[in-house]
């Protein structure tokens, strides 16, 4: 099911690693041997997180792997989140060269081996995570949201203090559910002073790989322009929330955006959707601290195959080409 890591696809052969490498035979997936205090100390005390710990791992990595990847996913070798992290998956930004989507220009890829390349490092904390977990919503993080001041809150309530909403939409409108949170605005109703009922959402997610990007996540992105986002609402100084059944009732402050006001606030996205990258190449590596069984090495694989599949799956997730509406696509090869 696998073959070693002296394939000739892999670069630097000739350099010693600090861990063993192992190739699927369908050259999509991989994984890295950890041992087992190594692993341990990865999981329960959240390695990925650790920047001294992370960065000499990536760089290990690049022993092995050519510098071509705009994305390196890190897949635990678990069948659901262990108990020790918090997060079904998490996105690190190495770089960005990107105006006019709030996030300031960099480039860290150089601590992490390559040279510019390198976008961004992913961790999913389970087998089968880049299907059925939070995959679209960890990409899409490399782009938003570092646009809009958006707003949450924690609980139902009255006399609610809402606060920042950091890098998800919070309680913001678009022509869909955001894969970062929000509501479809087609949804909402107006009550009158500053009260508004809204079909259900999240403000964090909205079913992973389940529903498609929306309009505001496409421009930002670079995938389609501006002009093909519909206006939509954000609130923010929410100060009630009442969860219903299938609706939520809320007090709050509304700011209305259309493309001309994302322009005024944001500047002009650079590079346009005319030049934007659309074509993206991905690492996937699966941390373990045993080597791969031909039946996880059968699962991973096949997300990962459907991950990156340019058609219409048939079923009710979205691949990546599905989410951007075929305007994108991944390209995940060892």
């Excluded at 890295?32 to 000499?56: A, K, Q, T």
């Excluded at 994305?71 to 992290?85: D, H, K, M, R, Y």
């Excluded at 059944?245 to 500047?267: C, M, Q």
């Amino acid at each position: 099911m696998w073959i070693s890591c002296e394939d000739d696809k892999l670069s630097n052969e000739d350099q010693d690693t600090l861990y063993r490498y192992e190739l699927h035979s369908n050259n999509r997936v991989s994984s890295l041997l950890m041992s087992e205090s190594e692993y341990n100390n990865w999981v329960n005390n959240d390695g990925f997180s650790d920047s001294n710990i992370r960065l000499p791992l990536v760089q290990d990595v690049y022993k092995k792997f050519s510098d071509t990847y705009d994305f390196i996913f890190f897949v635990l070798n678990e069948p659901s989140i262990p108990s020790s992290l918090y997060y079904y998956g998490r996105l690190i930004g190495v770089s960005n060269n990107v105006e006019g989507i709030g996030k300031s220009i960099y480039d860290y890829s150089s601590d992490y081996g390559s040279s510019g390349k390198l976008k961004a490092v992913m961790q999913l904390t389970g087998l089968e995570y880049i299907k059925y977990g939070p995959a679209l919503h960890e990409i899409a993080h490399q782009w938003a949201n570092f646009a809009l001041p958006t707003h949450s809150v924690d609980a139902p309530g009255s006399n609610l203090t809402s606060y920042p909403y950091g890098s998800h939409w919070g309680f913001t409108g678009g022509n869909t559910k955001g894969q970062l949170g929000g509501f479809e605005q087609s949804t909402l109703v107006e009550n009158g002073n500053n009260s508004y009922t809204v079909d259900e959402f999240g403000p964090f997610a909205n079913g992973g790989n389940g529903i498609p990007y929306n309009e505001l996540e496409l421009y930002l992105m670079g995938m389609i322009p501006v002009s093909s986002v519909s206006n939509f609402d954000m609130f923010t100084d929410i100060t009630s929330l009442a969860i219903n059944t299938s609706t939520f009732d809320f007090t709050a402050s509304k700011t209305t955006y259309t493309p001309e006001s994302l322009i005024d606030l944001l500047g002009d996205r650079e590079p346009s959707v005319d030049n934007s990258q659309k074509d993206f190449k991905l690492l996937v590596v699966v941390i373990t601290d045993e080597p791969l069984s031909d039946d996880e090495w059968s699962k991973v694989d096949a997300t990962a195959e459907w991950f990156s599949k340019k058609e219409d799956d048939g079923t009710s997730l979205y691949n990546f080409w599905e989410a951007t509406n075929g305007v994108a696509s991944i390209t995940i090869e060892n």
